[in-house]
C-alpha cells in the first residue's frame, strides 16, 4: 500500500475500515440502515484514487440515483480535496449502460445515435402492434403489454429466451408480440429503458473480447444498494467482475423496495455463492438515529418472516420518542404538518430553531402530496418536492391555469400563446405568426389580433373556425365571471370542457393521462376556498412568484421510494391507513410476499429520521374523488409501546370541537370545509370508535402537543352568518387565523396573518371563542 497519508480513515469505526482497506477480491457489505455503508463506499473510492491503486476512470460505481452519484462524486472531491475530473462510470446502471451501448451498438444492429423511448412512445408503438394484430386493446391493454415485456427484460429475457411458464402471457400472443416489438425497435433505430441493460448483457455474452476488454477497463467495481438490482442488472455485474472479482456491493436486504420493478432480494443472498472465499464486513452501529426510532424500525421489521435478521445499536441519546397521531382527515393531517414545520422552524417546543432543509415528508403515493404542496403554498412554506414536479408547477395545471388567466383578462399574451394550440386547433407555427403580427401591428393584444386575423380572413379554413370558437368561448366565460348562478368552480370546469382542454387528456391513451386528469380534478377542488377565480390565480401567482428558486431552506416532500439513502433530522410519515399503507393491492394479495415489501418500506421510512420521526394517520380521505373512512394501519399496531408517543389530535383537545355542541353529522362539514360528499364519510365517533383508534389510545396517556389554538375555536352554524362582527377574530380551514374586517351577505373579508386579506365565504370560517 501506498504510503499517503489517509486521514480519511479515521473517521470510520473497525469494520467500516476493513470494508475499505481489504482492496483486493469481492466482499459484501451487509448491514442495516444508518449503518454507515454508503459512507464506506465513499471512502473506499477515495482510497483507491488515494492509493494508486485505479485511475478515476477505471472505477465502476454503481448507484441508485443521479441524484446519489453527484453527491457521491462531490463527497470524494471534498475528502481528497480536490475535484474529481472525470469518474465517467459513476452513475446509474442506466447512465453507465447507455455510454456503452453507444459505442458498440452496432452489435446488436443498432446505430451509435440510436433514439431511447420513453414510456409513452413505448405504448404507442406497442399500440400498433396490438392493432395489427387484430386484438382487442379494451380487454388485452397495452399498458399490461408493456409491464410484461419489462418484466422480461429485467429478468434479462430475450424474446427467444421466454421460458415456456410464460407463453400464456397476453393472451397467449405475449411472446409473439414481444418479439414484433424487439424488431420494430431495430428497424426504428430505438431502444426503450430496459433494453440498455438487456442489449449490454447481450453483447458482453455473445462477444468474450468485448467482455474482456471492459473487464480489464474497469479495474474495481462497487454496487451502493445492491438488495434493489434485478437479474439484467445482478447478471451484468456478475460478468464484469467475473475476471479479477475486484467487486465490492453494499445492500441491506431489509431495505429491498423494488421488488415490484423486479429487483431480486436474492441477488445479495447469493453473492457469497457467486463469489466464492467473498470477504464479509456487517455493520451494526447505527450513526443516523435515536435509539427510540432504532427501536421503532427494528420492532415493524421483525414482522417479516424473510429476512437475514440484523441487530442495531446506536450510541445516540435517547432523544424523543416515535409520536403517531390520528387527524380527522388529510386536510387536517396537512394543515398540523404545516403548523408543526413552523413551531420547529421556530424552535418552539423547547427545542433548538430548525431549519427547513432538516425536515422531509415521505408519503407512500405521489397523489398524498397535493394536500401539503396546497397547505404550505397558502401558509406560504417553501418546499420542493423531490422525484416529480410540484403540482402548480405541472404541465395540465399550467394549461388550466392559462385558460383562466385569459378568461379574467384577456390580454395575457403569454397564457394566449400557451392555449391557442392546446388542444390542438390547427393552429401551427405560420397561423401564430400571422396573429403576432397583426397584433404588433395594431398594437394590439394577440387576443385581439386574433380576433383581427379571423375576421380579415387572414386566417382562413379549419383553423379560422377553430380559433374562432375559442375567441367565442373566451368571450362567453368572460361573461359566466359575473353570472351569480354560477360558483367559480363550475365556471373552471365549464372553460376546460368546452375549450376541448379535459378532452384532449380524456382521449389521450397514455398512461399519465388518467393523472393529469386527476391533477384537474383537484385543481378544481383547490379553488373552493376562494371567492372567485381572480382571487385563486393571485393567490397562485404571489405564492408561485415567492416561490422562484430563490436557494433559501425549503421542506422536501418526496415518495417512500425516492427518499432510500437519504436522511433528515425531522422526518413526518403521514397516511399510515390500511389501504394506503400498506397498499390496498399489496393486502389483496395472497401471501405475504406484498406485505412484506411494504413493511420494508415502512422500516426505510422511519430509518430516514435522525431525531424526530412523526407517523400520522388520517380517520377520512378522499381517494381519486372519493371521501373513503380509513383505518389506521396494521404497521402502527406493530410500534413498539415503549418506544412510542401518542399524540392527542388538536380536534379532541379540551372538549375541542366536540364542546360546540354540534350534532354528529354536521360538525364535520364545517371542520373539513367541505360541502359535499359528507354522507360517505365516517362520523369522527366512528373514527374515535374504531379498534385501531383504541387499541393506539390506550398504549399511552393522552397528551396534547400542537398549540390548541383550533380547539379552541368554537364552530358557527351554518345559518348564523350574523353572528359575525368586525374586529372578530377567526379561524379558515385553508387560510389559518385572522381578523374580519368587511361583511358582505354570506361573504367575510378577513385579514389572514399568513396568507394576507382575503373574501372567503362564511361557512367555512369559525370564529375564535377565546
Ligand atoms: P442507508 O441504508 O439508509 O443507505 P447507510 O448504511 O448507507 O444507510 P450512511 O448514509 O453511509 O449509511 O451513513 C449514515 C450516517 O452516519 C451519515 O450521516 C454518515 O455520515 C454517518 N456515519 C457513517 N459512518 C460513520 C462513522 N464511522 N462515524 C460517524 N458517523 C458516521
Ligand atoms: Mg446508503
Redo the contacts with the bound molecule.
Keep these: 500500500m501506498a504510503a499517503r497519508p489517509a486521514p480519511y480513515l479515521d ?3 473497525p469494520a ?1 475500515r476493513e470494508a475499505v482497506e481489504h482492496l483486493d477480491g469481492p466482499v459484501l457489505m451487509l ?12 471512502t473506499r473510492i477515495v482510497h483507491l484514487l488515494n492509493t494508486g491503486r485505479a485511475r478515476p476512470n477505471e472505477i465502476l460505481s454503481v448507484t441508485f440515483t443521479n441524484k446519489a452519484a453527484r453527491e457521491m462524486k462531490s463527497r470524494v472531491s471534498a475528502t481528497l480535496g480536490q475535484t474529481v475530473e472525470g469518474m465517467p462510470w459513476l452513475g446509474t446502471f442506466h447512465a453507465i449502460c447507455v455510454k456503452l451501448l453507444r459505442r458498440h451498438a452496432e452489435l446488436v444492429e443498432l446505430k451509435s445515435n440510436f433514439t431511447i423511448l420513453d414510456r409513452d412512445d413505448q405504448i404507442r408503438l406497442l399500440k400498433q402492434l396490438i392493432q395489427a394484430a387484430g386484438i382487442d386493446e379494451k380487454r388485452w391493454p397495452a399498458r399490461q403489454l408493456s409491464s410484461i415485456i419489462d418484466d422480461w427484460k429485467n429478468r434479462a429475457l430475450t424474446p427467444d429466451k421466454v421460458p415456456a411458464a410464460d407463453a400464456g402471457a397476453y393472451n397467449h400472443k405475449g411472446p409473439q408480440l414481444y418479439a414484433q416489438y424487439q424488431a420494430r425497435l431495430r428497424e426504428l433505430n430505438a431502444c426503450d429503458f430496459g433494453d440498455l441493460l438487456l442489449h449490454m448483457v447481450t453483447i458482453f455474452q455473445t462477444h468474450p473480447d468485448v467482455l474482456e476488454q471492459y473487464q480489464r477497463w474497469f479495474r474495481y467495481i462497487l454496487v ?2 445492491y438488495q434493489d438490482t434485478n437479474v439484467a442488472q445482478y447478471l451484468w455485474l456478475r460478468l464484469l467482475a467475473q475476471g479479477h472479482r475486484n467487486i465490492c456491493c ?1 445492500g ?1 436486504d431489509d ?1 429491498s423496495i423494488y421488488g415490484w420493478r423486479g429487483a431480486e432480494v436474492g441477488n445479495i443472498l447469493r453473492f457469497e455463492k457467486d463469489f466464492p472465499g467473498a470477504h464479509v464486513v456487517r ?1 451494526e ?4 438515529s435515536t435509539p427510540h426510532i432504532l427501536a421503532a424500525a427494528s420492532n415493524v421489521i421483525r414482522g417479516n418472516s424473510s429476512r437475514l435478521g440484523k441487530e442495531l445499536w446506536t450510541e445516540a441519546d435517547s432523544g424523543e420518542k416515535v409520536r403517531l397521531i390520528g387527524h380527522w382527515d388529510g386536510e387536517e393531517e396537512a394543515r398540523w404538518i404545516g403548523e408543526e414545520v413552523e413551531s420547529m422552524q421556530a424552535g418552539t417546543r423547547g427545542m433548538a430553531p430548525r431549519g427547513l432543509d432538516d425536515m422531509a415528508i415521505l408519503v407512500r403515493a405521489s397523489h398524498q402530496m397535493r394536500a401539503f404542496e396546497d397547505r404550505f403554498l397558502t401558509i406560504g412554506l417553501p418546499y420542493r418536492v423531490i422525484g416529480g414536479p410540484r403540482f402548480y408547477e405541472r404541465l395540465e395545471i399550467r394549461d388550466a391555469m392559462a385558460y383562466f388567466r385569459l378568461v379574467v383578462s384577456p390580454e395575457d399574451d403569454l397564457a394566449f400563446e400557451r392555449i391557442v394550440n392546446t388542444p390542438k386547433r390547427g393552429l401551427g407555427d405560420k397561423a401564430q405568426q400571422t396573429i403576432q403580427r397583426i397584433a404588433r401591428d395594431n398594437g394590439l393584444p394577440l387576443v385581439e389580433g386574433a380576433r383581427r386575423a379571423v375576421e380579415d380572413g387572414a386566417i382562413k379554413g379549419k383553423g379560422g373556425a377553430a380559433l374562432r370558437e375559442l375567441l367565442d368561448g373566451l368571450v362567453r366565460w368572460g361573461r359566466m365571471t359575473g353570472d351569480p348562478d354560477m360558483t367559480h368552480m363550475e365556471l373552471a370546469e365549464v372553460i376546460l370542457d368546452e375549450s376541448g382542454y379535459t378532452g384532449m387528456w380524456q382521449a389521450d391513451k397514455t398512461p399519465e393521462a388518467p393523472g393529469r386528469l386527476e391533477n384537474l380534478k383537484e385543481l378544481v377542488k383547490a379553488l373552493e376556498g376562494f371567492e372567485n377565480l381572480q382571487g385563486f390565480l393571485e393567490h397562485v401567482s404571489l405564492v408561485m412568484d415567492n416561490e422562484s428558486d430563490d436557494g433559501g431552506e425549503k421542506v422536501s416532500i418526496m415518495t417512500l421510494h425516492a427518499a ?4 433528515f433530522p425531522v422526518v413526518f410519515l403521514p397516511g399510515w391507513e390500511d389501504g394506503l399503507f400498506p397498499s390496498q393491492r399489496s393486502m389483496d394479495e395472497s401471501g405475504v410476499k406484498g406485505l412484506e415489501e411494504e413493511r420494508r418500506l415502512a422500516y ?1 421510512g422511519i ?2 429520521a ?1 431525531e424526530v420521526c412523526t407517523i400520522s394517520f388520517a380517520g377520512n380521505r378522499r381517494v381519486f374523488g372519493q371521501w373513503q373512512s380509513q383505518m389506521p394501519s396494521r404497521f402502527i399496531d406493530e410500534l413498539p409501546e415503549d418506544h412510542v408517543e401518542v399524540l392527542t389530535p388538536p380536534g379532541l383537545y379540551g372538549g375541542g370541537y366536540g364542546a360546540a355542541g354540534m350534532s354528529a353529522s354536521a360538525s364535520p362539514q364545517i371542520m373539513a370545509g367541505q360541502a359535499s360528499g359528507l354522507h360517505d364519510r365516517a362520523s369522527r365517533a366512528d373514527v374515535y370508535n374504531s379498534p385501531g383508534w383504541k387499541r393506539m389510545q390506550a398504549r399511552s396517556q393522552e397528551r396534547p402537543v400542537s398549540q390548541p389554538r383550533e380547539s379552541r375555536a368554537q364552530v358557527i352554524d351554518l345559518d348564523a352568518v350574523s353572528s359575525f362582527e368586525t374586529g372578530q377574530r377567526v379561524f379558515h380551514q385553508k387560510f389559518g387565523y385572522g381578523e374580519i374586517i368587511g361583511i358582505e351577505g354570506d361573504k367575510l373579508e378577513v385579514a389572514f396573518e399568513k396568507a394576507g386579506t382575503k373574501k372567503v365565504v362564511a361557512k367555512f370560517v369559525h370564529a375564535e371563542d377565546d
Design positions: 473517521s470510520l469505526n467500516q448491514a442495516g440502515a444508518g449503518t454507515g455503508k454508503t459512507k464506506a463506499l465513499t451502493d444498494e453494499v441491506d431495505q455493520l452501529q447505527n450513526y443516523r432510500k439513502g437519504l436522511e426505510v430509518t430516514r435522525e
